[in-house]
């Protein structure tokens, strides 16, 4: 199981925060699943097959355990007045939420088309 590139502190707020100011540098993908969750383990086979073939440049990858880190996993997506789901991405760029996706959405085709869009 591949490990985050950066560390997001427990408060959902600072957590955001920190999400945020990370993606003005470049965008930043979190990741949210759970060792429990077939979905999960599926698409989190799919994010390692989109980042041993993508051809531009990687976001900074975030994961966030559902089932360890709960409040964080709940807490951010209510800062963010958005459905919280397992598994989910949320790719940020340039400060700002830009896009979420879940469960079977969660494919190496739909990290490409995500990424790419940011680079237009």
């Known amino acids: 199981m591949r490990t985050s590139d950066h560390s ?5 707020a600072e957590a955001l925060a920190t999400l945020q100011k990370l993606s003005e540098n470049g965008p930043v993908l979190v990741f ?7 979905i ?8 390692e097959q989109f980042l041993q073939s993508y051809r531009g440049s990687l976001p ?14 709940r807490g951010l997506t209510a ?8 598994p989910q991405a949320l790719l940020f760029a340039d400060g700002e ?3 979420v996706q879940s469960h079977h959405g969660l494919d190496s085709d739909g ?10």
């Open 32 to 38: 949210k699943r759970s060792g429990r969750c077939g």
């Open 111 to 120: 990290f490409t088309k995500a990424l790419d869009e940011l680079a237009r």
């Open 60 to 73: 900074t990858l975030v994961f966030i355990d559902v089932l360890g880190e709960r409040a964080l996993a």
């Open 97 to 99: 939420l830009k896009w």
């Open 40 to 47: 999960s383990h599926w698409a989190e086979s799919e994010l």
């Open 8 to 12: 997001l502190p427990a408060d959902p």
């Open 79 to 86: 800062e963010l007045d958005i459905t919280h789901q397992s």
